[in-house]
């Protein structure tokens, strides 16, 4: 194998890595005098390293929001719990991910003065957060969609709680050990196509569609419990998922879409993070020991190691033939 052809190997293998941009920037600065680097072992040993580790933690962060910045801060309704102002005008940024909404979906306020506001003790939920929830037929569910950007997994992590809503203690009684539910499904855009929802039905989650109606991906049921005895407080609680979009095509996308199930019940949410990635939620990093020795990317790197190797060993035996 040749130097030339071995670098070849390489680049292929930093593709199968997805190595990152500053990364690779810094490989193709180098690539052109890599062969005339004195210490050419110890290089190559380096670069490895760099696509192995540059494999490991591919990620991509689509959305990242912890709602301290609404558009409106004022909240008076509730008994000072939430907004009258619209969930969507007071986080326009959303509309860039499609945000929809079955009935509505509420900016909470923590802290504001009241007995009936939001309580938040460990400091979670900050000032402001979202709210859903469902009371008797009134069903309530939002949705936003994401492009996965080639990626293996799209990950959606949340921190999310029992309260009760405001001032309405006899429509929403909770008290330390209730639970209830919320549903969160993905659903698979066609490239091309736009997510819509609608009301499913009493304690249903809202149907989907783009285009024709869509059957959920993925479906995944997490169940709430409260655990202080204070009925306003939010208990700090993380949800995550993940959706394996490895079989996706270029332009398809991802909705998700949360669906309050059971009455009554009333979530606060906060901290949402979506994030595309080589891995899903949950699982470590890949080491270089942990990276199959199978895999295509794996191969295409002993290959290139060994070339150089070779060209190495070639260049000492002209050297000793000329001297």
């Given amino acids: 194998m040749t130097v030339m052809r071995a670098i070849q190997v390489l680049n292929r293998a930093i593709i199968e890595f997805r190595l990152p941009v500053k990364v690779a920037r810094f490989y193709e600065m180098i690539g052109d005098n890599f062969i005339s680097v004195k210490h050419k072992k110890f290089n190559l040993y380096f670069l490895l390293l760099l696509c192995v580790s540059g494999a490991s933690h591919a990620q991509t962060t689509l959305l990242s929001t912890d709602f301290e910045s609404p558009a409106t801060t004022p909240c008076i309704s509730f008994g000072n719990f939430m907004s009258n102002s619209t969930f ?16 509505t979906v509420d900016r909470i306020c ?3 003065g009241a007995l009936s506001s939001a309580v938040d003790p460990t400091g979670t939920f900050g000032g402001f957060s979202g709210g859903f929830g469902r009371r008797n037929a009134n069903t309530e569910s939002w949705a936003l969609t ?3 950007q080639g990626e293996k997994f799209l990950n959606v992590s949340l921190n999310i709680a029992l309260v009760t809503a405001g001032s309405l203690t006899a429509g929403f009684p909770l008290a330390a050990g ?18 819509s929802i609608s009301y499913g039905g009493v304690g249903v989650p809202a149907l989907a569609s783009a285009g024709t109606p869509l059957s959920p991906a993925q479906e995944n049921t997490t169940t709430i ?7 306003y407080q939010a208990d700090t609680e993380v949800s995550e998922y993940s959706l394996n979009t490895s079989s996706f095509v270029a332009g398809d996308k991802v909705g998700v879409v949360f669906t309050a199930l059971d009455t009554p019940s009333y979530f606060v949410f906060d901290n949402l993070s979506v994030t595309a990635s080589a891995q899903p939620l949950g699982v470590a990093p890949a080491s270089a020991s942990q990276i ?16 150089f190797a070779s060209y190495r060993n070639q260049k000492k035996k002209m050297n000793r033939l000329t001297s």
């Fill in 178 to 195: 209730d639970s209830h539910r919320v549903q969160v499904n993905f659903f698979r855009i066609p490239s091309g196509q736009t997510l």
């Fill in 146 to 148: 994401f492009d996965p």
């Fill in 88 to 103: 969507s005008g007071d986080y326009a940024s959303l509309a860039a991910f499609n945000f929809l909404q079955v009935s």
């Fill in 225 to 231: 419990t409260k655990i202080s005895a204070n009925r």
């Fill in 292 to 307: 199959p020795s199978s895999s295509p990317a794996t191969l295409a790197l002993l290959a290139a190691l060994l070339g």
């Fill in 110 to 112: 923590f802290n504001s």
